[in-house]
């Protein structure tokens, strides 16, 4: 009998523990949410983009190969459309026997179609081309194009009638031949003027060019086999012409082997400073000091290495509010065998690693990431994160059977800010293997759904349309300057809807050495109006709108706050 009791009070104790875990794991379970599905349907072959990129592969590896290329998506024609520059290597060896590839830009006709103009803009260059960014640097209405070389890095200005001239020489930011990287537009002094930062990845020419293998198999050699190169910073002086302030805003004292760059307000202290990447070499941080001089804190702010203080293969980056918080936090692209990085910013000035508590390196470890973007796919007010992945060794999978030179994509699901892989359920477009580079990210169909551009290594480039059918709203923001840039680079918005705030700031320069996204997206879920829209322009102007439409286009002037309502919801 004794024994008897002895059992009922043991099963009795275990049935109660089981009861409290399965009560303590219902009330930590986080709120259900509906999984919005996210489709990306690839359109390329009825697009009109017939791009084929080249790196100039030549069989001798010559380093600068493997960098190339991003590109940029910006309305060049002020048409409301969103169009497409592609940037192109060249031929490296013997260039005056060969049929020179170009850079592309492909005009946008609206339904998805584009058309190549590239030579009757201007701009169908035949240089070894890299990275490109897209700004209105004279505040003339129209998108200049930055484009930065193996060589000498071109500016082209706008002419407004479809054209563009090069104005490299008389701009003052021609120099001596290097290897360029990522560059931003941004306004470092709050002026009204863009000005100009230019990274470059190492000093490499074709006679200090090193040759190594693996288990007898040629490779590229990386950036450690080269001494890091001084970056630059060009002020703009109001007539078209630039001054080299590299030396007195602090930026030439840190050489780095640089890739992705990003201009933002990282410490919400109403100025714009500088998140650089480099590659196999610690990230800058470059705080500015609301005057255009730089101090560079990637150490003190965490964002010099990742959370184990590795450098690693840093290649591109975007950043946006992931989680709602009101503080720019920063993706980072990393190499093969290297997780990606999610810098959560802590907004007490510095970020912490937080790869692992998101899964935001979810199912890319094995590869090598490029292009990224924090883009809201299916509307649902949470950023989602798109990484372009491919390999740079043509030949990987005779030493490593874990990756391969093409790869697919990877789309991670922003779930209340807990990532999840649905490549294998996002549509066509995640399908392809590619050896993806850069990615642009815009609605270039106008029905308030976040497409795709990729440009692809060797291969054909990769357009992406967002067909998914969430039943969210959207809305997007278009921001005019008067006193500040015409192209509001810096402005900083808040939107109230539903409940929810979300955080934007207008950036310039995207991805891996790209462009893209001057116009504002936020996905709003279900909510029906937004309720409040704050805006803060450089310089310190700020306007508020209430109870504004959901599913349009707005534009908004900063000089007399008089707008104007696009309303696409029927497109």
């Known amino acids: 009998m004794k024994n008897i009791r002895s059992l009922f009070f043991v099963v009795l104790c275990l049935i109660v523990f089981i009861l409290a875990v399965g009560t303590f794991s219902f009330l930590r379970r986080p709120t259900p949410t509906v999984a919005a599905s996210i489709t990306l349907t690839d359109v390329t072959k ?21 960098i190339s290329s991003g590109l940029g998506s910006f309305d060049y024609d002020s048409d409301g459309l969103i169009d497409i520059y592609f940037v192109n290597g060249s031929v490296l060896i013997d260039p005056s026997s060969h049929t020179l590839p170009h850079n592309a830009l492909y005009r946008n006709r609206g339904g998805f179609s584009f058309e190549d103009v590239s030579k009757h803009a201007g701009v169908d260059d035949t240089s070894f081309g890299v990275g490109v960014t897209a700004a209105d640097c004279d505040n003339d209405g129209f998108q200049d194009l930055y484009v930065s070389n193996f060589g000498i890095n071109k500016l082209f200005h706008n002419n407004g009638d479809g054209t563009f001239c090069d104005i490299t020489e008389s701009s003052g930011v021609g120099r001596r ?20 930062y230019v990274a470059h990845y190492v000093k490499f020419t074709f006679e200090n060019h090193v040759v190594i293998s693996k288990d007898g198999h040629p490779q590229y050699a990386g950036p450690r086999s080269y001494e890091p190169e001084t970056h ?25 082997s640089g890739m992705g760059v990003i201009s933002g307000d990282f410490d919400n202290d109403s100025d714009t400073d500088l998140f650089v990447l480099n590659d196999v070499f610690r990230n800058f941080m470059f705080r500015n000091n609301g005057k255009g001089v730089f101090e560079e804190v990637g150490l003190q702010t965490g964002a010099a290495f990742n959370g184990n203080g590795d450098e690693l293969g840093s290649m591109g980056i975007d950043c946006a509010d992931y989680d709602h918080d009101g503080w720019l936090d920063c993706v980072v692209t990393s190499y093969e065998g290297e997780m990606p990085v999610l810098f959560h910013n802590l907004g007490n000035g510095s970020f912490e690693d937080a790869t692992a508590v998101t899964h935001a390196g979810e199912s890319t470890a094995a590869h090598v990431k490029w292009g990224v973007g924090m883009i809201d796919f299916d509307n649902d007010s949470f950023r989602d994160i798109f990484y372009a992945c491919g390999h740079l060794q043509d030949n990987i999978d005779l030493t490593n059977t874990s990756t391969s030179y093409r790869v697919r994509n990877v789309l991670l699901k922003n779930d209340r800010g807990v990532f999840r892989d649905v490549s294998r359920s996002a549509g066509t477009g995640l399908a392809s293997a590619m050896s993806s580079r850069g990615a642009a990210f815009d609605d270039f169909d106008n029905d308030g759904r976040i497409d795709v551009a990729i440009l692809n290594a060797r291969d054909r480039s990769t357009i992406l349309r967002n067909e998914s059918h969430s039943g969210h709203h959207w809305f997007q923001l278009r921001l005019i300057g008067t006193s500040a840039s015409r192209d509001s680079i810096g402005a900083r918005v808040r939107i109230d809807a539903g409940g929810t705030r979300q955080y934007a700031e207008v950036h310039n320069g995207r991805g891996y050495q790209s462009h893209c996204g001057a116009r504002l997206h936020f996905g709003l879920g279900v909510s029906e109006r937004v309720d409040r829209i704050e805006i803060e322009w450089l310089g310190g102007n700020t306007r508020v709108l209430a109870d504004v439409p959901v599913d349009q286009l707005l534009t908004v002037l900063e000089e007399d706050f008089s707008e104007r309502f696009e309303d696409h919801s029927g497109t």
């Open 177 to 196: 031949e290097k290897v360029g990287a990522g560059s931003t537009f941004l306004d470092i002094d709050a002026d009204g003027d863009l000005d100009l």
């Open 46 to 66: 009825k697009s009109g983009v017939e791009f084929t990129h080249c790196d100039g592969h030549s069989g001798e590896r010559f380093i600068v190969e493997t």
């Open 232 to 256: 630059e910073l060009f002020r703009n002086n109001g007539d078209h012409t630039f001054s080299d302030v590299s030396e007195s805003s602090g930026i030439a004292r840190h050489p780095g």
